[in-house]
């Protein structure tokens, strides 16, 4: 069986404060993407700051659960992080 992936938004594009298709995204396995909370629905009433973090702290948990090695996923995660902030849409 082939593995596919697939990307996704971190911070999910329909609650994100930047143009549709611009936001930041990671390349998951589909099964994966599929047990995300945002997959097929939209989270509401919360920044980009609480966006973001919601969706790193499952993704931590999603990859974990899913036998990723912990210093890779770590480091790719920072990553997002990091740019997300350079994107902008953050308030202090």
């Given at each position: 069986m ?20 611009k ?14 909370e ?6 509401t009433?919360l ?15 999603l ?29 202090k």
């Amino acid at each position: 069986m082939k593995t596919t992936y697939t990307p996704h938004h971190v911070i999910q594009d329909t609650v994100s404060v930047n143009s549709h298709g611009k936001g930041i995204t990671i390349n998951l396995r589909k099964d994966i993407h599929l047990q995300t909370e945002t997959y097929g629905s939209k989270r509401t009433g919360l920044t980009n700051r609480q966006n973001l973090a919601s969706d790193i702290l499952e993704l931590r948990v999603l990859l974990k659960n899913n036998g990723y090695d912990r210093s890779v996923f770590n480091a790719q995660l920072n990553e997002l992080i990091k740019q997300n902030k350079v994107l902008g849409g953050f308030e202090k």
